[in-house]
């Protein structure tokens, strides 16, 4: 006999904007992703029901464990799960996205390039489905460095290991603004955060990381470019690791996303 394991919700997905998968909803059957129908537009309301497995025979199926992931780009409301088989087997529900049995916490702190905006997957779940962390995304679009209070909000997150991808919404900033309006300076930013950070947690391992490539980094109007930007977060990590902090480094951001790419 057929058993059918079937999603129906009523929920309401508003997307917009210029990035295509806004509102691709993922589904993960043990681990590994398996297709979804796309939305066809960007505003959807009403039901929606898609079947996720489909068992055959007499034997029981098998246990599986399903993590559907919602759009990060839109707003999403769901109001119910409903599982369609012959003999219903209790159903577990869980709210997170991470892996139910991850152990390791790993905090990714940045702007949009960390929210995943136009991605169809973020970074940091890829990373964290690669190596079985529980990863949580504190990527905000438009996010600047050194905001006060950034460092101590990210100390209560319990976290294994923070990496901190900032800098390039600052940098835009720098290059529309005079260079008297503001302090053109990454690496006092960076310290603002990093102080109010150790001040909680002293040994969690942090890494920096200097912004990605960007096609107008070299802009002549702005105050400093952006590779001056990526050596001034270079040169408060070194000084910081020069004063003891051994569980701080610095990673590159250029080769991680060649311009090329």
């Known amino acids: ?5 079937t999603l129906r919700g009523d929920h ?10 806004h509102c691709a909803l993922k589904l993960y059957v043990d681990g ?5 129908p796309s939305p066809p537009r960007a505003h959807m309301h009403g039901f929606t029901t898609v079947a996720l497995l489909h068992h055959t025979g007499d034997a029981a199926p098998p246990n599986r464990t399903l993590e559907l992931v919602m759009p990060r780009g839109g707003h999403v409301e769901l109001v119910g799960l409903r599982l369609s088989v012959a003999r219903a087997p209790a159903l577990e529900v869980r709210r997170p996205h991470w892996r139910p049995h991850a152990a390791f916490r790993w905090l990714a702190y940045g702007d949009s390039i960390t929210q995943g905006f136009c991605a169809d997957t973020p970074y940091p779940e890829i990373i964290g489905r690669e190596n079985g962390w529980r990863d949580i995304n504190a990527g905000i679009s438009g996010l600047f460095l050194g905001r ?3 460092g101590t909000a990210l100390s209560r997150s319990k976290a294994d290991l923070v990496t ?3 800098g390039t919404n600052d940098f835009s900033s720098w290059c529309m603004k ?9 690496g006092a930013k960076l310290a603002t955060v ?5 001040a909680v947690q002293p040994h969690v391992p942090i890494a920096v990381i200097t912004p990605l490539t960007r096609r107008d980094e070299g802009h002549a109007t702005c105050c400093v470019t ?5 050596q001034q977060l270079k040169s408060e990590v070194v000084k910081r690791q020069v004063r003891g902090d051994a569980n701080l480094v610095v990673v590159d951001g250029p080769p991680l996303l060649p311009a090329a790419a």
Do not use: S, T
Not at 12 to 21: E, Q, T
């Open 178 to 186: 005079p260079p008297e309006a503001l302090p053109c300076d990454a």
């Open 1 to 5: 006999e057929g058993r059918n394991i």
């Open 12 to 21: 309401h997905v508003m997307c917009g904007g210029p990035c295509p998968n």
């Open 194 to 198: 990093l102080d109010e950070f150790r």
């Open 148 to 150: 006060k209070g950034q």
């Open 164 to 166: 901190i991808l900032l």
């Open 32 to 36: 590994v992703r398996r297709a979804l």
């Open 226 to 230: 952006l590779e001056g930007a990526r």
